[in-house]
Nanobody, 125 residues
Framework: VQLQASGGGLVQAGESLSLSCAASGLIFTSNAMAWFRQAPGKERELIAS????????YYADSVKGRFTISRDNAKNTVYLYMNSLQPEDTAVYYC???????????????????WGQGTLVTVSS
């Protein structure tokens, strides 16, 4: 399985940025796809995840209302659209995949199996 993230960069506070993650080597539609981030000196945190429907996607409180996750199953790609970026959003962003193993899916607590290499997002004030 390979997850290739791209789209990071340097932006100013208030600006927008989009990330994408192309997946290969897995049955994309059988996996939840997620974005994590890790800021300097902090633990990695799950910020968004989606399985079947974007309307039931999970968002961390820190990004809710500003970030949007979506997926294109035809392209095996997951996206993260980030608006109103703030300096505290500065982090390395990772995409991850998690195989769905049960009928009941908890995107927040489920196990994620594979990770991309990470892409750096830097927000200047």
């Amino acid at each position: 399985v390979q997850l290739q993230a791209s789209g990071g960069g340097l932006v100013q506070a208030g600006e927008s940025l989009s990330l994408s993650c192309a997946a290969s080597g897995l049955i994309f539609t059988s996996n939840a796809m997620a974005w994590f981030r890790q800021a300097p000196g902090k633990e990695r945190e799950l910020i968004a995840s989606v399985f079947r429907s974007v309307t039931s996607a999970y968002y961390a409180d820190s990004v809710k209302g500003r970030f949007t996750i979506s997926r294109d199953n035809a392209k095996n790609t997951v996206y993260l659209y980030m608006n109103s970026l703030q300096p505290e959003d500065t982090a390395v962003y990772y995409c991850a995949s998690g195989k769905i193993r049960s009928i009941i899916v908890d995107l927040r607590t489920m196990k994620y199996d594979y990770w991309g290499q990470g892409t750096l997002v830097t927000v200047s004030s």
